[in-house]
Nanobody
Framework: QVQLAESGGGSVQAGGSLRLSCAAS????????MAWFRQAPGKEREGVAT???????RYTDSVKGRFTISRDNVKNTLYLQMDSLKPEDTAMYSC??????????????????WGQGTQVTVSS
């Protein structure tokens, strides 16, 4: 049974930092494309960052230079380091997995498994 459990969300002021974690189990983590998506109230879900099994990363333009996605294939854990946070980063952040997929996409339909999400709130 695949499980994705996010943690690390919270409330911070603009300019602050948070580090999200996602503990994965039930599949071969090292061979999966992993990603973070977010959804703000009243807005569509959007892809934030992806990371391939070889460590290749991609970011949506609005977070480039501020967010860093990484993975630990020994601990089966995905991370998202978020620096210089802005109020527009406020959203529910979800960890997603596409097992046995070499490439990564920002399409929601690409991912088989989703975590419950962790709330990030940035105040001005």
């Amino acid at each position: 049974q695949v499980q994705l459990a996010e943690s690390g969300g919270g409330s911070v002021q603009a300019g602050g930092s948070l580090r999200l974690s996602c503990a994965a189990s039930g599949y071969t983590f090292s061979l999966a494309c992993m990603a973070w998506f977010r959804q703000a109230p009243g807005k569509e879900r959007e892809g934030v960052a992806t990371i391939r099994s070889d460590g290749t990363t991609r970011y949506t333009d609005s977070v480039k230079g501020r967010f860093t996605i990484s993975r630990d294939n020994v601990k089966n854990t995905l991370y998202l380091q978020m620096d210089s946070l802005k109020p527009e980063d406020t959203a529910m952040y979800s960890c997603v997995a596409a097992p046995l997929r070499w490439l990564c996409q920002f399409e929601t339909s690409y991912y088989n498994y989703w975590g419950q999400g962790t709330q990030v709130t940035v105040s001005s």
